[in-house]
């Protein structure tokens, strides 16, 4: 279930892409029409996709023209859009709707490129279900970890203080995996489910000692993931990560984890196809 994006957080990337990208106006724009006569444009898709982004894309012009109208608006987030078909039409004056163009499409394009990926993921490797990470643009995490919920998987962890995964440096540091884990519970709440990364069947039987509440399988290929996951035999949730493409997703569907966390759907998407003209 994706949650919503509050408009104080929308509102902050809309101005810091207007001034990006208008600063003190359109000098093109501006010049031509100095009426700034009313103006008609259809945003189109031009491939079939996840749509994600639509209310960012409205607080632009918003932000540009208090008496902006959208009609022909069928689509929400999360929907799929064939190609061809017209996600939205904006009513404003010319030069507002000139003005926010680019800004507007740029974070159509990126947040569907996200959901529209993260869709294909989620339906090659089903039943595992899917995780993002912390791959992601700096300062722009919550947006695309909202693109990924539009697309269908799971928001994994936020940031570092909202779950506990003990990581191989951690282990190497504290001297193994018991002794992260113990330490863990002595300074964290009951409450807070313990994840830990092991790179084999080794590290696997530590972590089950020590009664962790998810396992994560990092860098392993498929025969060693089988093993592992028939060693857990659902004493606790696995997780499968570490180098995973999506000609990798067939095989890891049979695996029966509970889960697979994959950072390209953040960090390698690719945008969308998103035309607006002007009728």
Known sequence: MKSSLDKKTIDLLVMNAL???????????????????????EVIARETMILCGLDVFQAVFKKLDAKV??????????????????????????????EGERSALNILQWLSGIATLTDRYVKKVAPVKVLDTRKTTPGLRVFEKYAVACGGAINHRFGLY?????KDNHIEAAGGISNAVSAIRKNVSDNKKI????????????????HVDIIMLDNM???????????????????ISGGITFDRLEEIST?????????????????????????
Do not use: W, Y
């Not at 994840?195 to 020590?210: F, G, N, P």
């Not at 290929?221 to 997780?239: F, R, S, W, Y």
């Not at 390209?264 to 009728?279: C, E, F, G, Q």
């Open 221 to 239: 290929v498929i025969d060693t993931m089988h093993q592992c996951i028939t060693l857990i035999d659902g004493k606790a949730k696995t997780e």
């Open 195 to 210: 994840e830990v990364e092991v790179q084999s069947v080794e590290e696997v039987k530590e972590a089950l000692e020590s």
């Open 255 to 279: 695996t029966g984890a509970d889960f697979v966390s994959i950072g390209a759907l953040t960090h390698s998407a690719p945008a969308v196809d998103i035309s607006m003209n002007i009728k």
């Open 69 to 98: 109208t959208f009609s022909s608006g069928k689509f929400s987030d999360g929907d799929e859009v064939l190609a061809g078909e017209i996600i939205i039409k904006v009513q404003c004056g010319v030069v507002p709707l000139l």
């Open 162 to 166: 909202d779950q506990v995964l003990i």
């Open 19 to 41: 001034a990006e990208d208008i600063h003190d106006g359109d000098i093109t724009s501006r010049s031509i029409f100095l009426d700034n006569k009313p103006a008609t444009a």
